[in-house]
C-alpha cells in the first residue's frame, strides 16, 4: 500500500525536486516569508493554491491602510475588478461605497478584501457568469485571508456574507439568522455578520431593495460603532 507523505514532507521536498513524489505537488510556499502587505501581495500575484488562476487575469488582494482598524472581507472577486485587479470596483462595490459613505465610513480608512482572491467565472458566450467558490477553494485561500489577518491586525472584521463567514469563522454560519451579530473567535478576533452588498442589486422591487439597503444602512453603522469601542 503507497504511503502518502505528510504536508511537511512535501514542503522539504519541494526544495529538493530530487525527493519530490511524483503525481503529487508540494504545498506551495510563496508568500510565507511576506511581513508587509505589499509583500504578501507581490507574492500572491504568483499563487498556484488552487485551481482558480488558471482562467482569472490576476490575483485580486486586499487594499487598505495596514493598519486598518476593521476588515471588510466580500466573497471573491466579480468581473471588473478581475479586469481591475481591485477588490469591491463594480456593481456590489458600488452600493458598498455608498452605504458606507452614509454610515459616515471612511473607505479610504478601512481594508477590504474577499475570501477568494481570484474570479471563479461560467463562460456563457461572451459573457462569465460569476460562479460560487467551493469549500476547497475556500480553504485553500484562508491562508492569504489569514496573512492578511496577521499583518493588520484588525479590531473587527466583518464578514460580508456566507462565503466570508465560513472563511473566517472555519464554519457555515446562517447569515439571516445571525446577521448584525458579532462572533468572537478564539484569536479574540470579533466578526461582524451580515449579508452580501449583491444581495440588494438582485432586489427587484423598490420598496423591498429599499428596506434592505436600510437593514444593510443599520448594520454599517454598528460596524462603526464597533470600530469607536
Ligand atoms: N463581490 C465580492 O465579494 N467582492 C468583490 O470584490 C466584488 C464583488
Not at 500575484?45 to 472581507?73: D, Y
Not at 458606507?100 to 471563479?120: E, P, Q
Request: glycine share 8%; net charge positive; charged share 30%.
Amino acid at each position: 500500500m503507497a504511503t502518502i507523505p505528510s504536508t511537511t514532507a512535501l514542503q522539504r521536498d519541494a526544495k529538493h525536486p530530487a525527493r519530490r513524489v511524483p503525481g503529487l505537488e508540494p504545498e506551495p510556499t510563496v508568500g510565507d516569508d511576506a511581513t508587509s502587505i505589499g509583500a504578501a501581495r507581490e507574492a500572491a500575484k504568483g499563487c498556484r493554491r488552487c485551481p482558480l488562476w488558471r482562467n482569472a487575469t490576476q490575483t485580486v488582494f486586499g487594499e487598505g491602510p495596514e493598519n486598518a482598524e476593521v476588515i471588510f472581507v466580500g466573497e471573491q472577486p466579480g468581473d471588473q475588478e478581475d479586469l481591475a485587479g481591485k477588490p469591491f470596483v463594480g456593481p456590489a462595490g458600488r452600493v458598498f461605497d455608498s452605504i458606507l459613505d452614509d454610515a459616515a465610513i471612511d473607505r479610504r480608512k478601512v481594508y477590504v478584501t474577499n475570501a477568494v482572491k481570484h474570479f471563479k467565472f461560467e463562460p456563457r458566450g461572451k459573457r462569465r457568469i460569476h460562479s460560487k467558490p467551493n469549500a476547497g477553494e475556500i480553504q485553500a485561500c484562508r491562508w492569504w485571508l489569514d496573512k492578511e489577518l496577521d499583518l493588520i491586525k484588525p479590531h473587527v472584521a466583518v464578514a460580508l456574507g456566507a462565503t466570508a463567514a465560513q472563511a473566517l469563522l472555519g464554519k457555515a454560519v446562517p447569515i439571516l439568522k445571525m446577521r448584525g451579530n458579532v462572533i468572537e473567535r478564539d484569536d479574540g478576533l470579533r466578526v461582524f455578520i451580515t449579508i452580501h452588498p449583491s444581495l440588494i442589486l438582485r432586489i427587484r422591487e423598490p420598496a423591498d431593495k429599499e428596506a434592505e439597503r436600510e437593514r444593510f444602512l443599520r448594520d454599517m453603522r454598528k460596524v462603526r460603532g464597533l470600530m469607536a469601542a
